[in-house]
Every structure is written in C-alpha cells, then in structure tokens.
C-alpha cells in the first residue's frame, strides 16, 4: 500500500476502483486434499490521482478439502472459500495500514467472484 504523491483530496468522496483480482491454486506435494492458494489483489496499480492509494496486496491460504470430492468440486469449494477467506484478509490489511497513512484509513468494497472471461471465436 503506498499513498499516492499526485492524489490533492477534495470534499467529494472518491469510489474506489474494483479490484484486479488474480487467484491460484496448487495442490500440496505429499499431502492429499491439501491445496495452496494465491490471492493477488491490485487497486489503481497506473497511479490515477483521483484515488489516495496504489494497492498490490497478496495473501495465502492452505485449504484441506475431503479427498471423496470430485476434481471439479474440489476445485470450485476451494476457489470459492479462499476468494472470500483471503479477500477479506486482504480488506482488513489495506483498512489497518491505510488507517495509518496520510489520506486516511479506506475500507475495500465488496469483490465478486466470477469465471475467467473466455475468448469467443471470431465468426467468419
């Protein structure tokens, strides 16, 4: 979290931009059911001066999910669990660290999970 130089605060309150959230997921070597994600979190990463802060947080969890669980359920319980478990870690630090700096504390809005945008092919 770094503040930003060029930001000149003004009386209307500024929204903050939505997030760019990146999630990845590994399975544990040697320890079956066991996956690893990566949460990547990154706000107004160009430096707009509308908004007071420039954001790239990135947060860990580990997750144990029963082994009876298809690949497929497996994955979507841990995706969908680790976004709002690591989100939410990451909302409480960016409110703990900016509380702390020269713009004022900022609380994160909500983040929605949704599929990877996938490429349509082009119609010939």
């Given at each position: 979290?770094?503040?930003?130089?060029?930001?000149?605060?003004?009386e209307?309150?500024q929204?903050?931009p939505?997030p760019?959230n990146?999630l990845n997921?590994?399975?544990?070597?040697?320890?079956?059911?066991?996956?690893?994600?990566?949460?990547?979190?990154k706000?107004?990463?160009?430096?707009d001066?509308?908004?007071p802060?420039?954001?790239?947080?990135?947060?860990?969890?580990?997750?144990?999910?029963?082994?009876?669980?298809?690949?497929?359920?497996t994955?979507?319980?841990?995706?969908?669990?680790?976004?709002?478990?690591?989100?939410?870690?990451?909302?409480?630090?960016?409110?703990?660290i900016?509380?702390?700096?020269?713009?004022?504390?900022?609380?994160?809005?909500?983040?929605?999970?949704?599929?990877?945008?996938?490429?349509?092919?082009?119609?010939?």
């Amino acid at each position: 979290v770094i503040a930003n130089p060029e930001h000149q605060p003004s009386e209307v309150p500024q929204m903050n931009p939505a997030p760019e959230n990146a999630l990845n997921m590994i399975p544990v070597e040697g320890q079956e059911g066991r996956y690893q994600v990566n949460m990547s979190s990154k706000f107004n990463i160009k430096g707009d001066p509308a908004y007071p802060y420039i954001i790239d947080m990135e947060c860990i969890g580990v997750f144990l999910v029963d082994t009876k669980l298809s690949k497929e359920e497996t994955v979507r319980a841990v995706m969908i669990t680790a976004h709002g478990v690591l989100y939410g870690a990451i909302r409480e630090a960016v409110q703990w660290i900016t509380g702390r700096q020269p713009f004022g504390q900022i609380m994160l809005g909500l983040s929605v999970l949704r599929p990877a945008q996938q490429e349509r092919p082009k119609e010939q």
